[in-house]
Structures are given as structure tokens and as C-alpha cells.
């Protein structure tokens, strides 16, 4: 079984900064990517950003330029710091990470931006 935890979401004006935080454990074995992904009530969950265990990493291109991730894949944590928010970003962000075993969530942190 393999747990994630988040934590660092809240309230920030527009303009403001948060940083989302998880950490993963459990029988991972081994990681290929974790990342964070966004989702809307009634739409799709989709990506905000990724980063393989190689340091690859992916960006939404709302995000690209504002967002940065970062990951430690011995500690199994991932990072992600979102400056410039707007309320759009307003929404439940959820950690991934993907396994030789499977592809494993967390249970979600709320992040609103105040206009």
C-alpha cells in the first residue's frame, strides 16, 4: 500500500505564492514520476506539473513560467511553488506518483486565490 500526504494549500490573494508539499510511503519499490494535477467538480483531473526520477519535468501551459516543481526521489517528496497565483488556479490539488507498481493519489488540498 502506498500513502501520500499533501500539505501547503490555503487561501493567497492574487499575485501571492503557496507551496504544495507531498510525501509518499509505502511499498513504491521504485518511482518513475510524481507530479500534481488539478480538478475541477464535474471536469476532468488534469495535469499542473510533473517530474520523473531523472529530473524531467512537464508544466501546463497556463502554469509554465510561475510554477516550479521539484522532487526528492529518495525521500520519495515532491514540491511544487506556485508564485504569480490567479484565481483561476482556484481549485483541489492532488499528488501522483506513478510506480513500476501502479499510479497512486493523494486525497487532495484545497488552494484558492482571492481576487
Known amino acids: 500500500q502506498v500513502q501520500l500526504v499533501e500539505s501547503g494549500g490555503g487561501l493567497v490573494q492574487a499575485g501571492g505564492s503557496l507551496r504544495l508539499s507531498c510525501a509518499a510511503s509505502?511499498?513504491?519499490?521504485?518511482?518513475?514520476?510524481m507530479g500534481w494535477y488539478r480538478q475541477t467538480p464535474g471536469q476532468q483531473r488534469e495535469l499542473v506539473s510533473s517530474i520523473t526520477s531523472v529530473g524531467s519535468t512537464n508544466f501546463a501551459d497556463s502554469v509554465k513560467g510561475r510554477f516550479t516543481i521539484s522532487a526528492d526521489s529518495a525521500k520519495n517528496t515532491v514540491s511544487l511553488q506556485m508564485n504569480s497565483l490567479k484565481p483561476e488556479a482556484t481549485n483541489v490539488y492532488f499528488c501522483?506518483?506513478?510506480?513500476?507498481?501502479?499510479?497512486?493519489w493523494g486525497q487532495g488540498t484545497q488552494v484558492t486565490v482571492s481576487s
Open positions: 509505502g511499498s513504491i519499490v521504485v518511482t518513475v514520476a
Open positions: 501522483n506518483l506513478q510506480s513500476c507498481r501502479g499510479n497512486y
